[in-house]
């Protein structure tokens, strides 16, 4: 079988190459050029040192390997739309974007050209069943598992895809990598935005617009206002730190408004929600799920999956009722609903709608200093 691998440089789909040509397949690398930075973040992916790392294996394991172009499609598709939903108020999740409009599509489609049977990749994460009602897994090292990212899957891609670590955990991986005398077997894992380093999200969004989001008030749930910021780009959902306010008790961020630039703030019980509102929603196994079943939610890639309902509201609106208060995720991330192991579907969390426990008004205790 001629299968394509999209390689990163890193150890697992490297490994994912030496692993398919031991099998006996015909194995061609890819890797896609989305950006010339070097980020000062450590554990950033996508790096010019990536590239070339993928190079090497390639050239170790005598297969095939092209470099492919994507730079002004990630910056149109990912890093402009990242920084001006930061700007706006909301907490993008630029890894889902990547997969959804710039990598699976467009290396899928190159996969097709090169006439190759399908295209593999190193993510931790399963395809089980039978086409047209295949089902996407989690990884079996939950530690690794990647499904959380790739919910936006369609059922005509994952019949294309192979994913074959998705059954391992990072130590055998490692250890494929190095049986294969890969010098890469112990690379540290990525881990950062790939566009983002030391300097932190605000930093980057006013490097990439040339300015940040509107400036203006900390404000209670009644709208008292209770000191000044320097722009909502500062600010995510959920924040208790750098707010500089004074308070009896610690204050965290409870909504932020990229239009007035008020950033609301409470205690932390303000923070429960009994439901969340998701958009842009899709259904991966292409089925709409049943109403009267429980199941889990997971609103951030390392958060704990929580026991939900799911209301269909809308073609591609739903509600996540929790079956307990809790803190929602912030607006712009993922809530992505599993049945057990299984990807049942997901969306991006609306911005203003949760449904939160009764709140009441802070004291002003002085104006907060600016940030």
Known sequence: MRVVVAMSGGVDSSAVAGLLKEQGHEV?????????LQPKAN???CTPDDMRDARLVADMLDI???????????????????AKAYRDGYTPNPCVVCNDKVKFMPLLERAKLLGADALATGHYAR???EPGALRLLRGVDGNKDQSYFLYRLRQDQLSRLLFPIG????????????????????????????FVGKEGYAATVEKILGEGGKPG????????????HNGVHHFTT???????????????VLEVNGDTGDVTVGEVDELSADYIDIEDVVWTNGAQPDASMVYAVQQRYRSRPNPTRVEVTGETTARLHFSASEQPGAPGQAAVIYDGDTVIGGGKIAKGRYATRGRTSLPVLGQGGML
């Open 28 to 36: 061609i690398g890819l890797a896609m050029k989305t950006h010339s």
């Open 43 to 45: 554990r950033a992916c």
């Open 64 to 82: 095939p390997f092209y470099v492919l172009p994507y730079e002004e499609t990630f910056k149109e598709l990912v890093i402009k739309p990242f």
């Open 127 to 129: 395809v089980e069943g």
């Open 167 to 194: 059954g391992m955990c990072k130590a055998e991986v490692r250890e494929h990598a190095r049986r294969f005398g890969m010098p890469l077997a112990d690379k540290h894992e990525s881990q950062e935005i790939c």
């Open 217 to 228: 008030h900390f404000v209670d749930t009644k709208g008292n206002r209770l000191g000044k």
């Open 238 to 252: 959920g924040q208790r730190r750098g707010l500089g306010l004074s308070a009896p008790r610690p204050l965290y």
